[in-house]
Protein backbone atom coordinates (compact mmCIF):
# COMPACT_ATOMS: atom_id res chain seq x y z
CA UNK A 1 0.00 0.00 0.00
CA UNK A 2 1.02 3.17 -0.44
CA UNK A 3 1.31 5.00 2.50
CA UNK A 4 3.18 8.35 3.95
CA UNK A 5 4.72 7.29 7.56
CA UNK A 6 3.91 10.06 10.37
CA UNK A 7 7.27 11.17 10.48
CA UNK A 8 6.93 11.95 7.03
CA UNK A 9 3.84 13.86 7.81
CA UNK A 10 5.28 15.56 10.33
CA UNK A 11 8.08 16.93 8.03
CA UNK A 12 5.81 18.05 5.94
CA UNK A 13 4.26 20.04 8.16
CA UNK A 14 7.87 21.46 9.33
CA UNK A 15 8.33 22.07 5.58
CA UNK A 16 5.35 23.91 5.37
CA UNK A 17 5.98 26.13 8.71
CA UNK A 18 9.16 27.33 7.32
CA UNK A 19 8.64 28.19 3.82
CA UNK A 20 5.50 28.09 2.84
CA UNK A 21 3.62 25.58 0.76
CA UNK A 22 5.96 26.02 -2.49
CA UNK A 23 8.84 23.74 -0.52
CA UNK A 24 6.70 20.96 -0.10
CA UNK A 25 4.60 21.62 -3.07
CA UNK A 26 8.26 20.23 -5.11
CA UNK A 27 8.06 16.76 -3.62
CA UNK A 28 7.56 14.42 -6.70
CA UNK A 29 3.89 12.60 -6.66
CA UNK A 30 4.32 9.41 -4.55
CA UNK A 31 0.93 8.22 -6.21
CA UNK A 32 0.00 5.39 -8.74
CA UNK A 33 2.26 5.07 -11.37
CA UNK A 34 0.21 2.25 -14.00
CA UNK A 35 -3.56 1.19 -13.85
CA UNK A 36 -6.37 0.83 -16.72
CA UNK A 37 -6.67 3.42 -20.07
CA UNK A 38 -9.72 5.65 -19.58
CA UNK A 39 -13.77 3.56 -19.31
CA UNK A 40 -15.12 6.13 -22.41
CA UNK A 41 -18.34 7.84 -21.65
CA UNK A 42 -18.87 7.45 -18.01
CA UNK A 43 -21.54 9.50 -16.34
CA UNK A 44 -21.01 9.70 -12.21
CA UNK A 45 -22.60 10.68 -9.60
CA UNK A 46 -20.87 12.11 -6.32
CA UNK A 47 -23.36 12.30 -3.39
CA UNK A 48 -21.91 14.95 -0.73
CA UNK A 49 -22.57 15.05 2.37
CA UNK A 50 -23.30 19.30 2.60
CA UNK A 51 -21.50 21.06 0.02
CA UNK A 52 -21.35 23.99 2.42
CA UNK A 53 -18.76 22.22 3.80
CA UNK A 54 -15.04 23.54 2.19
CA UNK A 55 -13.44 19.97 2.37
CA UNK A 56 -16.74 18.28 0.45
CA UNK A 57 -16.33 20.69 -1.82
CA UNK A 58 -12.55 21.22 -2.17
CA UNK A 59 -13.30 17.39 -3.17
CA UNK A 60 -16.10 17.61 -5.48
CA UNK A 61 -14.09 20.26 -7.52
CA UNK A 62 -11.41 18.03 -8.15
CA UNK A 63 -13.45 14.95 -9.30
CA UNK A 64 -15.21 17.44 -11.58
CA UNK A 65 -12.05 18.38 -12.80
CA UNK A 66 -10.21 15.20 -13.02
CA UNK A 67 -13.73 13.68 -15.20
CA UNK A 68 -13.18 16.58 -17.24
CA UNK A 69 -10.42 15.08 -18.33
CA UNK A 70 -10.79 11.41 -18.54
CA UNK A 71 -13.71 12.24 -20.58
CA UNK A 72 -16.92 11.92 -17.78
CA UNK A 73 -19.92 13.65 -17.11
CA UNK A 74 -20.46 14.24 -13.41
CA UNK A 75 -24.03 14.78 -11.94
CA UNK A 76 -23.87 16.06 -8.19
CA UNK A 77 -26.11 15.43 -5.67
CA UNK A 78 -26.06 17.70 -2.08
CA UNK A 79 -27.13 16.04 0.97
CA UNK A 80 -27.48 19.54 2.07
CA UNK A 81 -26.45 18.51 5.53
CA UNK A 82 -29.13 15.96 7.29
CA UNK A 83 -29.27 12.46 7.29
CA UNK A 84 -33.13 12.63 5.76
CA UNK A 85 -31.52 14.60 2.51
CA UNK A 86 -29.06 12.06 2.04
CA UNK A 87 -31.23 8.83 1.72
CA UNK A 88 -33.54 10.99 -0.44
CA UNK A 89 -30.10 11.56 -2.88
CA UNK A 90 -28.75 8.03 -2.60
CA UNK A 91 -32.81 7.11 -4.31
CA UNK A 92 -31.86 9.88 -6.56
CA UNK A 93 -28.42 8.72 -7.41
CA UNK A 94 -29.91 5.11 -7.71
CA UNK A 95 -32.34 6.45 -10.29
CA UNK A 96 -29.90 7.64 -12.57
CA UNK A 97 -28.27 4.61 -12.87
CA UNK A 98 -24.88 5.59 -13.28
CA UNK A 99 -21.45 4.01 -14.02
CA UNK A 100 -20.35 4.99 -10.39
CA UNK A 101 -21.32 6.55 -7.19
CA UNK A 102 -18.95 9.03 -4.77
CA UNK A 103 -19.89 8.64 -1.25
CA UNK A 104 -18.59 12.21 -0.53
CA UNK A 105 -17.87 13.33 3.15
CA UNK A 106 -20.47 10.93 5.24
CA UNK A 107 -19.81 7.76 7.00
CA UNK A 108 -21.54 4.91 4.67
CA UNK A 109 -23.12 3.15 7.53
CA UNK A 110 -25.84 6.43 7.78
CA UNK A 111 -27.21 4.97 4.85
CA UNK A 112 -26.12 1.42 5.08
CA UNK A 113 -29.89 0.08 3.79
CA UNK A 114 -30.09 2.59 1.10
CA UNK A 115 -26.20 1.74 -0.22
CA UNK A 116 -27.31 -1.86 -0.46
CA UNK A 117 -29.32 -0.90 -3.40
CA UNK A 118 -26.68 0.68 -4.97
CA UNK A 119 -24.37 -2.39 -4.99
CA UNK A 120 -26.88 -4.66 -5.85
CA UNK A 121 -27.42 -2.93 -8.92
CA UNK A 122 -23.57 -3.88 -9.39
CA UNK A 123 -22.95 0.11 -9.53
CA UNK A 124 -19.36 0.70 -7.87
CA UNK A 125 -19.06 2.54 -5.03
CA UNK A 126 -15.93 4.12 -4.03
CA UNK A 127 -16.09 7.50 -0.90
CA UNK A 128 -14.08 10.31 0.68
CA UNK A 129 -14.00 10.32 4.27
CA UNK A 130 -16.65 7.38 4.35
CA UNK A 131 -15.67 5.46 7.63
CA UNK A 132 -12.25 4.80 9.81
CA UNK A 133 -11.16 1.85 7.70
CA UNK A 134 -9.09 3.97 4.83
CA UNK A 135 -7.79 2.33 1.98
CA UNK A 136 -8.93 -0.36 -0.42
CA UNK A 137 -12.10 -2.86 0.69
CA UNK A 138 -14.17 -0.30 2.94
CA UNK A 139 -16.94 -1.27 4.60
CA UNK A 140 -20.22 -1.12 2.98
CA UNK A 141 -19.17 -2.35 0.02
CA UNK A 142 -16.89 0.29 -1.45
CA UNK A 143 -14.13 0.04 -3.43
CA UNK A 144 -11.65 2.61 -1.88
CA UNK A 145 -12.41 5.17 0.65
CA UNK A 146 -9.58 7.64 0.12
CA UNK A 147 -8.43 10.20 2.85
CA UNK A 148 -5.12 10.83 4.89
CA UNK A 149 -5.01 8.71 8.07
CA UNK A 150 -7.33 10.28 9.76
CA UNK A 151 -5.29 9.13 13.04
CA UNK A 152 -2.26 11.14 12.44
CA UNK A 153 -3.92 14.18 11.11
CA UNK A 154 -4.99 13.99 15.05
CA UNK A 155 -1.73 13.65 16.44
CA UNK A 156 -0.45 16.16 14.33
CA UNK A 157 -3.18 18.94 15.74
CA UNK A 158 -2.98 17.68 19.36
CA UNK A 159 0.71 18.00 19.16
CA UNK A 160 0.83 21.33 17.55
CA UNK A 161 -1.50 22.89 20.50
CA UNK A 162 0.94 20.88 23.24
CA UNK A 163 4.28 22.78 21.80
CA UNK A 164 2.25 26.10 21.18
CA UNK A 165 1.26 25.82 25.03
CA UNK A 166 4.50 24.60 26.38
CA UNK A 167 3.10 21.08 27.23
CA UNK A 168 0.37 22.40 29.44
CA UNK A 169 -2.13 23.42 26.82
CA UNK A 170 -5.99 23.87 28.14
CA UNK A 171 -7.97 22.59 25.04
CA UNK A 172 -11.74 22.15 24.42
CA UNK A 173 -12.36 19.63 21.72
CA UNK A 174 -15.32 20.01 18.89
CA UNK A 175 -16.94 16.65 17.27
CA UNK A 176 -19.43 15.15 15.86
CA UNK A 177 -20.75 11.72 17.19
CA UNK A 178 -23.03 11.41 14.06
CA UNK A 179 -19.92 10.42 12.53
CA UNK A 180 -17.30 7.43 13.80
CA UNK A 181 -14.17 8.80 12.45
CA UNK A 182 -15.34 11.91 14.14
CA UNK A 183 -15.34 10.35 17.83
CA UNK A 184 -11.94 8.34 16.31
CA UNK A 185 -10.47 11.33 15.98
CA UNK A 186 -11.59 13.45 18.42
CA UNK A 187 -10.72 10.69 21.44
CA UNK A 188 -6.94 10.43 19.36
CA UNK A 189 -6.52 14.02 20.22
CA UNK A 190 -7.78 13.73 23.57
CA UNK A 191 -5.76 10.79 24.47
CA UNK A 192 -2.30 12.64 22.89
CA UNK A 193 -3.21 16.15 24.87
CA UNK A 194 -3.74 13.93 28.18
CA UNK A 195 -0.76 11.69 27.61
CA UNK A 196 1.49 14.68 27.39
CA UNK A 197 0.33 16.04 30.21
CA UNK A 198 -2.49 19.05 28.90
CA UNK A 199 -5.80 19.32 30.22
CA UNK A 200 -8.70 18.32 28.13
CA UNK A 201 -11.32 21.50 29.48
CA UNK A 202 -14.33 20.30 27.40
CA UNK A 203 -15.11 17.28 24.95
CA UNK A 204 -17.69 19.13 22.61
CA UNK A 205 -20.60 16.62 20.47
CA UNK A 206 -22.00 19.35 18.72
CA UNK A 207 -23.10 18.82 14.64
CA UNK A 208 -21.28 19.87 12.09
CA UNK A 209 -24.61 20.49 10.12
CA UNK A 210 -25.54 22.98 12.73
CA UNK A 211 -22.05 24.86 13.21
CA UNK A 212 -23.44 28.33 12.00
CA UNK A 213 -26.10 28.46 14.35
CA UNK A 214 -25.05 26.93 17.65
CA UNK A 215 -20.89 27.81 17.37
CA UNK A 216 -21.84 31.45 18.34
CA UNK A 217 -23.48 30.96 21.33
CA UNK A 218 -21.62 27.76 22.42
CA UNK A 219 -18.24 29.65 22.22
CA UNK A 220 -19.51 32.41 24.76
CA UNK A 221 -20.59 29.65 27.02
CA UNK A 222 -17.39 28.10 26.93
CA UNK A 223 -15.64 31.53 27.63
CA UNK A 224 -17.66 32.16 30.85
CA UNK A 225 -17.11 28.87 31.84
CA UNK A 226 -13.25 28.26 31.18
CA UNK A 227 -11.65 31.93 31.34
CA UNK A 228 -8.29 31.99 30.31
CA UNK A 229 -7.71 28.39 31.57
CA UNK A 230 -8.73 27.98 27.52
CA UNK A 231 -6.09 28.17 25.43
CA UNK A 232 -6.51 26.20 22.36
CA UNK A 233 -9.48 24.69 20.36
CA UNK A 234 -8.94 21.49 18.22
CA UNK A 235 -12.11 20.28 16.66
CA UNK A 236 -12.21 17.75 13.81
CA UNK A 237 -13.12 20.08 10.82
CA UNK A 238 -12.59 23.34 9.87
CA UNK A 239 -15.72 24.21 9.69
CA UNK A 240 -16.41 24.41 13.58
CA UNK A 241 -14.07 27.82 13.33
CA UNK A 242 -16.15 29.45 10.45
CA UNK A 243 -18.32 30.79 12.89
CA UNK A 244 -16.69 30.86 16.32
CA UNK A 245 -15.05 34.83 15.29
CA UNK A 246 -18.01 37.02 16.01
CA UNK A 247 -17.66 35.57 19.46
CA UNK A 248 -14.60 35.76 20.32
CA UNK A 249 -14.09 39.34 19.07
CA UNK A 250 -17.09 40.59 21.14
CA UNK A 251 -15.56 39.09 24.60
CA UNK A 252 -12.71 41.19 23.07
CA UNK A 253 -10.04 38.19 22.01
CA UNK A 254 -7.49 39.05 19.57
CA UNK A 255 -7.35 37.20 16.14
CA UNK A 256 -4.46 35.71 16.90
CA UNK A 257 -4.96 35.50 20.72
CA UNK A 258 -6.31 32.12 22.75
CA UNK A 259 -8.02 30.29 22.65
CA UNK A 260 -6.14 29.32 19.56
CA UNK A 261 -7.60 27.24 16.80
CA UNK A 262 -6.41 23.97 15.34
CA UNK A 263 -8.11 21.95 12.64
CA UNK A 264 -7.46 18.27 12.42
CA UNK A 265 -8.90 18.15 8.76
CA UNK A 266 -9.94 19.43 6.06
CA UNK A 267 -7.79 22.43 4.74
CA UNK A 268 -10.86 24.42 3.79
CA UNK A 269 -10.06 27.90 1.62
CA UNK A 270 -11.98 29.51 4.57
CA UNK A 271 -9.77 28.30 7.06
CA UNK A 272 -6.36 28.80 4.99
CA UNK A 273 -8.03 32.88 4.50
CA UNK A 274 -8.46 33.20 8.26
CA UNK A 275 -4.98 31.70 9.13
CA UNK A 276 -3.25 33.97 6.48
CA UNK A 277 -4.40 36.91 8.04
CA UNK A 278 -4.68 35.79 11.57
CA UNK A 279 -8.04 36.13 12.21
CA UNK A 280 -9.45 33.03 14.73
CA UNK A 281 -7.99 30.10 13.29
CA UNK A 282 -3.92 29.31 14.15
CA UNK A 283 -3.47 26.11 12.23
CA UNK A 284 -5.37 23.38 10.21
CA UNK A 285 -3.76 20.12 9.03
CA UNK A 286 -4.88 20.31 5.34
CA UNK A 287 -5.66 17.71 3.37
CA UNK A 288 -5.06 17.69 -1.01
CA UNK A 289 -8.50 17.87 -1.60
CA UNK A 290 -8.19 18.23 -5.33
CA UNK A 291 -5.66 15.92 -5.73
CA UNK A 292 -8.25 13.55 -3.78
CA UNK A 293 -10.93 14.42 -6.38
CA UNK A 294 -8.72 13.01 -8.80
CA UNK A 295 -7.69 10.00 -7.25
CA UNK A 296 -11.41 9.32 -6.35
CA UNK A 297 -11.84 9.27 -10.05
CA UNK A 298 -9.04 6.88 -10.99
CA UNK A 299 -10.37 4.60 -8.35
CA UNK A 300 -13.72 4.31 -9.85
CA UNK A 301 -11.95 3.75 -13.03
CA UNK A 302 -10.42 1.05 -11.66
CA UNK A 303 -13.41 -0.17 -10.01
CA UNK A 304 -15.44 0.07 -13.42
CA UNK A 305 -12.84 -2.48 -14.85
CA UNK A 306 -12.50 -5.01 -12.89
CA UNK A 307 -9.31 -3.91 -11.70
CA UNK A 308 -7.90 -3.31 -8.44
CA UNK A 309 -7.91 -0.22 -6.28
CA UNK A 310 -4.46 1.09 -5.81
CA UNK A 311 -4.20 1.65 -2.42
CA UNK A 312 -2.80 4.82 -1.95
CA UNK A 313 -2.76 6.83 0.73
CA UNK A 314 -2.24 10.59 0.83
CA UNK A 315 -0.05 12.96 3.40
CA UNK A 316 -1.48 15.92 4.92
CA UNK A 317 0.31 19.24 5.51
CA UNK A 318 0.52 21.26 8.56
CA UNK A 319 -0.45 24.26 7.95
CA UNK A 320 0.49 27.68 9.61
CA UNK A 321 0.83 31.39 8.87
CA UNK A 322 4.54 31.34 8.75
CA UNK A 323 4.18 29.02 5.99
CA UNK A 324 1.75 30.93 4.06
CA UNK A 325 3.74 33.92 4.20
CA UNK A 326 4.92 33.70 1.03
CA UNK A 327 2.21 32.28 -0.87
CA UNK A 328 -0.80 33.34 -1.84
CA UNK A 329 -3.51 30.41 -3.08
CA UNK A 330 -6.02 29.23 0.17
CA UNK A 331 -5.10 25.63 -0.57
CA UNK A 332 -3.11 22.64 -0.43
CA UNK A 333 -2.61 21.68 -3.96
CA UNK A 334 0.83 20.42 -4.14
CA UNK A 335 2.80 20.97 -7.57
CA UNK A 336 4.02 17.45 -7.64
CA UNK A 337 2.51 16.70 -11.44
CA UNK A 338 -0.42 14.42 -10.07
CA UNK A 339 -2.31 15.79 -12.45
CA UNK A 340 0.08 14.64 -15.84
CA UNK A 341 0.60 11.44 -14.02
CA UNK A 342 -3.27 10.40 -13.46
CA UNK A 343 -3.98 11.56 -17.11
CA UNK A 344 -1.03 9.23 -18.26
CA UNK A 345 -1.97 6.34 -16.58
CA UNK A 346 -6.15 6.86 -18.27
CA UNK A 347 -4.14 7.52 -21.54
CA UNK A 348 -5.26 10.84 -21.79
Not at 9 to 23: N, R, S
Not at 193 to 216: C, F, K, N, Q, W
Amino acid sequence: MLKRTLLQTLMAGTILAATGLTALAQEAFDGPTAGPKAAEGKTIVVLAADLKNGGILGVTTGIEEAAAKIGWEVKVLDGAGSVQSRSAAVGQALALNPAGLVINGFDAAEQQAALEGVTAAGIPIVSWHSGPKIGCDAPGGIFANVSTDAMQVSEVAAKWALDDAGGKPGVVIFTDSTYQIAIDKADRMKKVIEEAGGTVLEYVDTPIAETSTRMGPLTTTLLQQHGAAWTHSLAINDLYFDFMGPSLAAAGIDGRGAPKAGSAGDGSEAAFQRIRTGEYQAVTVAEPLNLQGWQLVDELNRAIQGEACSGYITAPALVTEEGLANTTGNTFDPNNGYREAYAAIWGK
